[in-house]
């Protein structure tokens, strides 16, 4: 089975650079893309990033330029790392699934979810 399990997460200050990581396990590379996805309190959550098994890459608006999701094939590690870090970035981030068409919505399989905090 799909298993996802993020790590990475912590306290920041504000400008501040984290990187999350993501091992995914349980699942053809063609079958699925691999995003992330965050959920802060009282608000939306929002799909911030995906990326396919070619390597192409979206982002969403908020955290262009300041964002990069990257991955590994060989080891199947996804990573996000997230510079110039605001408070609004302060959220639970989760490393999911999503189809072949690279769109940051439909969600499928979810990690656990690692948490980021800027102050």
């Known amino acids: 089975h799909v298993q996802l399990v993020e790590s990475g997460g912590g306290s920041v200050q504000t400008g501040g650079s984290l990187r999350l990581s993501c091992a995914a396990s349980g699942y053809h590379h063609s079958a699925y893309c691999l995003a992330w996805f965050r959920q802060a309190p009282g608000k939306a959550g929002e799909g911030v990033a995906g990326?396919?098994?070619?390597?192409?890459?979206t982002t969403t608006d908020s955290v262009k330029g300041r964002f990069t999701i990257s991955r590994n094939a060989a080891t199947n590690m996804v990573y996000l790392q997230m510079n110039s870090l605001r408070s609004e970035d302060t959220a639970l981030y989760y490393c999911t699934t999503i189809t072949p068409n690279l769109v940051l919505k439909d969600f499928g399989y979810w990690g656990q979810g690692t948490q980021v905090t800027v102050s």
């Open positions: 990326i396919g098994t070619n390597g192409v890459a």
